[in-house]
């Protein structure tokens, strides 16, 4: 049975979210998003890597035998991340040299591979291509907020050098939200990045376990109440 729009929406933003739950491609998570601009600029760049990807395996899935699957996935998981890389190159040449060995190994990350051969591959087009935009924007998300929490902290500001990303119409997007602030140094190290995913999925848990919790409170109250016939039995003097 194929899954629905709203369920493929549900689970790539919040049940089966890459970087919350399945904790795939941590590796570009933590390491770039030490700002702003270059968790959008990433997330972004692997969002449109996932969508094309999804789409082209769920067109050739039904042309390529098991022996060859994967191969070719990562041939066409890798020429898309090539022509994202020279259209970086091209428009935010400053953004993709920050980035640097992360955009080429969009190739190589997990969440790709993995919603190609476990659901692009068994899906039509449509489905695919939806797939990948909910796990992207979703994987998209948790990048951002890690990288505006770190830069936030680590240096009280927001928006920074989004020009990076968007061009001179972002030049004086730039929010000072603390000022004199002195910066919190281990926010933008790579430890502050452990630190805000870990509070990041512990607030998920507690929301779902809350919610799971006012749900089964909500259903035991609205539960009507079972009357129960007593028979006694014997000789009463």
């Not at 190739?107 to 087009?125: S, Y």
Request: charged share 10%.
């Amino acid at each position: 049975m194929n899954p629905s729009f709203r369920d493929i929406t549900i689970n790539g933003l919040w049940k089966n979210n890459p970087g919350l739950v399945q904790l795939l491609g941590l590796c570009p998570l933590l390491g770039t998003s030490n700002s702003t601009v270059n968790a959008l600029g990433l997330g972004i760049a692997t969002a449109l890597v996932l969508i094309c990807s999804n789409a082209a395996v769920s067109l050739i899935r039904n042309a390529v035998t098991n022996a060859v699957r994967l191969p070719v996935f990562v041939m066409i998981i890798a020429a898309l991340t090539t022509c994202i890389e020279l259209l970086m190159q091209a428009f935010t040449y400053e953004l993709f040299q920050i980035l640097g060995i992360f955009i080429p190994l969009i190739t190589t990350n997990c969440v790709i591979l993995g919603r190609a051969e476990a659901f692009a591959a068994k899906n039509t087009m449509l489905r695919a291509s939806y797939d990948g935009l909910m796990m992207g924007v979703g994987f998209a998300l948790v990048l951002v907020i890690i990288g505006a929490s770190r830069e936030l902290l680590g240096t009280g500001m927001l928006f920074t050098n989004m020009h990076l990303l968007f061009g001179s119409i972002a030049e004086h997007w730039q929010i000072v939200v603390f000022d004199d602030y002195k910066g919190f140094l281990l926010a933008i190290l790579p430890p502050g990045a452990f630190l805000v995913l870990g509070l990041l999925i512990a607030l998920k848990n507690w929301i779902d376990q809350y919610y799971a919790e006012h749900i089964a409170t909500t259903v035991e109250a609205a539960a009507p109440a079972v009357s129960r016939r007593v028979r006694v039995t014997g000789v009463v003097d």
